[in-house]
């Protein structure tokens, strides 16, 4: 039963992601005591610590429980993060990231229309690996969440701020983006030209 629980407890903090799990909410997602939740958690932690196959542990952050990174694989992360190219995302997962870039603050709705497919799965990818992040809320019937870029989105592609997107040089009756083929290519064409020239220096 315990080993049940264990595997329950790490898929709901899986699933959690960033925001991670309380102990109250750990215990009435496995049905049980919070004593017993605490045990659940230190017993994940203590599995993920002296096991050294295992790249991630459990940390907790402001009182709720997260999966992160071992600190000693730090650096290599950082080797894989560095410099991203367009190629290292999904079709699907550059474009949400481009229109959020040049229309943010926007809501998946608003993508959605601009895309004209979901993008509820590459949104979520983006929001995983901490490119894009939740900025608020629109006035209006049921308050969708906006998007937004981060500062890690920021520094990843190598700008101090917004300001210094490669600009697309849309046409005027572009303005709402409507070609997003035309869009999409700007944007690739923009970043590739800035990580070729990144790499020179």
């Excluded at 080993?3 to 750990?26: C, P, Y």
């Excluded at 080797?79 to 809501?107: C, D, G, H, W």
Aim: net charge negative; hydrophobic share 35%.
């Amino acid at each position: 039963m315990k080993k049940k629980l264990l595997g329950m407890a790490e898929s709901f903090l899986f699933v959690a992601g960033e925001e991670g799990i309380t102990l109250a909410q750990l215990a009435t997602l496995l049905e049980c005591s919070q004593d017993s939740a605490e045990d659940i958690v230190n017993a994940l932690h203590n599995d993920y610590e002296q096991d050294e196959k295992r790249g991630i542990t459990l940390k907790s952050y402001g009182g709720s429980y997260r999966l992160v990174t071992k600190s000693e694989w730090a650096n290599d992360i950082k080797k894989m993060l560095e410099n991203p190219k367009p190629s290292t995302f999904t079709q699907a997962a550059l474009e949400v990231l481009a229109i959020i870039a040049y229309k943010q603050p926007v809501t998946r709705v608003e993508v959605d229309d601009l895309r004209g497919v979901k993008s509820e799965r590459a949104l979520s990818s983006l929001t995983g690996k901490g490119f894009v992040e939740e900025v608020g809320r629109m006035e209006g019937p049921g308050r969708p969440i906006l998007y937004g870029t981060t500062d890690f989105f920021l520094d990843r592609f190598g700008l101090t701020s917004l300001a210094e997107l490669p600009p697309l040089s849309l046409d005027e009756g572009d303005s709402e983006l409507e070609d997003t083929d035309l869009f999409m290519t700007k944007f690739q064409e923009a970043f590739s030209i800035q990580d070729e020239g990144g790499q020179g220096g």
